[in-house]
């Protein structure tokens, strides 16, 4: 049972540049998210599923895209890349929304865009 | 809207020495509290969790209680071990019927412990 897996773990880009940070979850949950993480700062949601083919905006969404065409993955695209995007990205899952809502994370991917 | 405020770090200890990381919130109703840990090079790991007013979520050695009345949920630990070097952030899940089961985070604190 792998649980959230990410790739890639590290990425250098360019301004401008396309790439699309893959996420997978062997658990079958419904729920699926993605948060930054910039230095000394909370996490971030960016976009959360709640299911196949149903996806929504976090708090953070502007420059970024998803789609949930399966109930494992949940990849994230960045289509321009700028340097605000420049940040530590986490994939996670969970089976219940609300109070017993324990997310299970990936370990992340580290990304710099110069 | 919700959110969660930490103490300020990072926090360093010998081994051995009690540990206390503050966290209060602000949010409407009766949200459920986390603690959850990032070691070094990992993803977050949940530490924790209460789900109502005055529940102790324990773990680990780690405590912290749910008060509603100081709106606060401090993480304690009686004698810290150098592997409890980490980032610690506290965090809330709304109530009232979030539909997706957003968490809230603070900004982390970041523990490090040394022999």
């Known amino acids: 049972n792998a649980g959230v897996t990410q790739t890639p773990k590290f990425r250098i880009l360019k301004i401008g540049q396309s790439m699309t940070l893959q996420c997978t979850q062997d658990?079958?949950?419904?729920?699926m998210y993605w948060y930054r993480q910039d230095p000394g700062m909370g996490l971030k949601l960016i976009y959360y599923s709640v299911g196949a083919g149903i996806t929504d905006k976090g708090e953070v969404p502007n420059g970024y895209n998803v789609s949930r065409s399966t109930t494992e993955d949940f990849p994230l695209r960045l289509e321009l890349a700028a340097p605000s995007q420049t940040s530590v990205y986490f994939c996670?899952?969970?089976?219940?929304?609300?109070?017993?809502?324990?997310?299970?994370f990936g370990p992340g991917t580290r990304l710099t865009v110069l | 809207g919700d959110s969660v405020t930490q103490m300020e770090g990072p926090v360093t200890l010998s081994e051995e020495a009690f540990l206390t990381i503050n966290c209060t919130y602000t949010?409407?109703?009766?949200?459920?509290l986390f603690w959850y840990v990032q070691y070094p090079g990992e993803g977050l790991q949940l530490l924790l969790k209460?789900?109502?007013?005055?529940d102790k979520g324990s773990n680990k050695g780690f405590e912290a209680t749910y008060r509603k009345e100081t709106t606060s949920f401090h993480l304690e630990k009686g004698s810290v071990q150098v592997s409890d070097s980490a980032v610690y952030f506290c965090?809330?899940?709304?109530?009232?019927?979030?539909?997706?089961?957003?968490?809230?985070f603070g900004q982390g604190t970041i523990l490090t412990v040394h022999p």
């Open positions: 209460a789900t109502k007013a005055d």
């Open positions: 965090a809330l899940s709304g109530a009232g019927g979030t539909s997706y089961g957003k968490l809230t």
């Open positions: 996670a899952s969970s089976q219940l929304a609300g109070g017993d809502n324990e997310q299970f």
């Open positions: 949010a409407t109703g009766y949200p459920s």
């Open positions: 658990m079958n949950h419904n729920y």
